[in-house]
């Protein structure tokens, strides 16, 4: 097993996540100094004859250091990962766009084939109708809807469409 071996470039997504682990440490190192100097400053404070001015004067200054780099800390990890939220909902949304786009071209070959099944019976209906009247079978009349073979109300329609060439006899 090779240590040595150049680490693999991170894709942009593993990136940010990298980095937004990095600031969350940051600002967990962050906190843990407030909490120290905190902790340091309120025990000089407490007793401050017993420890020199020096200990004094750093802890006193320490304290509203770590602040500002605890709040420094926690304003830039708020920002990163609001930009790595908003980039996990982008990348969602396109999924789903592409699935919609994806059953939205499947929905539309399924219908032209349908249309050209339809086209054939179309052509085809006519003939089996004139060929029910003279031998004298009796058609009924489709009552679910409009039917090719079976209506004899107006013309037929597929999903709003009127179907072209379409002849009652």
């Given at each position: ?37 905190k ?37 830039e ?44 019976l179309v052509a ?24 090719l073979?079976?209506d ?15 002849q009652?006899?």
């Amino acid at each position: 097993m090779n240590l040595f071996r150049k680490p693999t470039p991170a894709p942009a997504d593993d990136a940010a996540e990298l980095e937004l682990l990095k600031l969350r440490n940051a600002r967990d190192d962050a906190q843990t100094r407030y909490n120290r100097a905190k902790a340091e400053a309120d025990r000089v404070r407490a007793n401050p004859g017993a420890v020199s001015a020096l200990m004094l004067q750093a802890a006193l200054v320490e304290e509203p250091a770590a602040a500002q780099a605890l709040e420094a800390a926690l304003s830039e990890y708020d920002v990163m990962a609001s930009h790595v939220e908003q980039a996990r909902k982008d990348a969602e949304q396109k999924r789903l766009d592409e699935e919609k786009a994806e059953k939205v071209r499947a929905y539309e070959e399924a219908l032209a084939a349908y249309r050209q099944a339809a086209d054939a019976l179309v052509a085809a209906a006519p003939k089996v109708r004139s060929l029910a009247v003279e031998a004298g079978v009796y058609l009924p009349d489709w009552q679910g809807g409009d039917d090719l073979l079976f209506d004899q109300s107006a013309e037929p329609h597929i999903l709003g469409e009127t179907v072209a060439g379409w002849q009652t006899v």
